[in-house]
């Protein structure tokens, strides 16, 4: 599909060929096979993170409250430039949320500033909203540093990728899988929890596998409310995955501290 770069972001012209379905697959997934940062995941015990992308404020008043409630802490990605926005999740952060969210001990990751879709928007313009991210919150929460990073919207075109791996330690995507044996700290994979569709047996059945795998599972969602948007779940499913996570017999970390046990795993071997 021809291209050409339109206020920041790559516009394709639609052509009707019978290999554009292929060639669509191909371009989506062309970035995991570059710029990869290979990471060894064996753990002695199984790892999984909760995340929350975009940060609507149910994530947090009500996911946030259930993780507390067990004595856990999750990831919030954090576009700033969209801060107490409406979106198709419920309104997004306020300020004091933000703030909420640091001192209860959990993780703040980067989503871009402006919540730029990760195919579309060109390299230099997509790293440039990551800076601008990191600068708004040094002057929000001055010892607040985003380390860890999700792509927005779609997966990532690959020179996306690689400017978007220089900033952070780990970058991750969707893909609807854990993290075993060798991962992409680049794009690590996600389980999108709305895509279970409230079928709790499927989640359990993920955990089940990460445990045998001795892996990494990254759950994600977006609001966590009693009537969730399509990107959302309720509170009771949220919870219900967290309570069997917790009986699994693993280590439910935010995204960095689940990196770091790994690396010092790694390490010890």
């Known amino acids: 599909m021809p291209e050409f770069l339109f206020q920041g972001r790559w516009i394709g012209i639609r052509m009707s060929y019978p290999w554009e379905p292929i060639r669509r697959y191909v371009a989506r997934n062309s970035a995991r096979m570059l710029f990869r940062r290979p990471v060894t995941i064996r753990a002695e015990q199984p790892l999984i993170s909760f995340t929350f992308d975009d940060f609507p404020r ?3 008043l009500n996911g946030g409250a259930i ?4 004595g856990l802490a999750g990831t919030y990605y954090t576009a700033l430039g969209i801060l107490g926005e409406d979106s198709v999740s419920g309104q997004l952060f306020l300020l004091d949320d933000l703030k909420k969210a640091l001192v209860e001990g959990h993780e703040l990751g980067c989503h871009t500033f402006s919540h730029f879709d990760s195919w579309l928007t060109e390299p230099r313009t997509f790293e440039e909203s990551i800076v601008r991210n990191q600068a708004v919150l040094n002057e929000i929460a001055p010892k607040a540093k985003f380390e860890s990073f999700s792509y927005p919207i779609s997966s ?3 020179m996306t990728k690689r400017a978007a791996s220089r900033h952070f330690l780990c970058c991750r995507g969707g893909g609807q899988k854990n993290n075993a044996g060798t991962a992409d700290l680049n794009q690590l994979s996600a389980f999108f929890l709305e895509k279970a569709n409230g079928d709790l047996q499927a989640v359990k059945d993920q955990i089940d596998l990460n445990k045998k795998e001795r ?6 969602t977006h609001d ?3 009537n969730p948007s399509p990107y959302g779940c309720t509170p009771e499913f949220f919870e219900g995955v967290v309570r069997y996570a917790q009986e699994s017999g693993a280590r439910i970390l935010p995204v960095v501290s689940a990196l770091n046990a790994i690396c ?4 010890a071997d």
């Open 224 to 226: 966590v409310c009693s």
């Open 67 to 70: 993780l507390k409630r067990l």
């Open 58 to 60: 149910t994530a947090l």
């Open 156 to 158: 990532p075109h690959p």
């Open 215 to 220: 892996g990494w599972v990254i759950f994600a």
């Open 264 to 267: 010092a795993s790694e390490a």
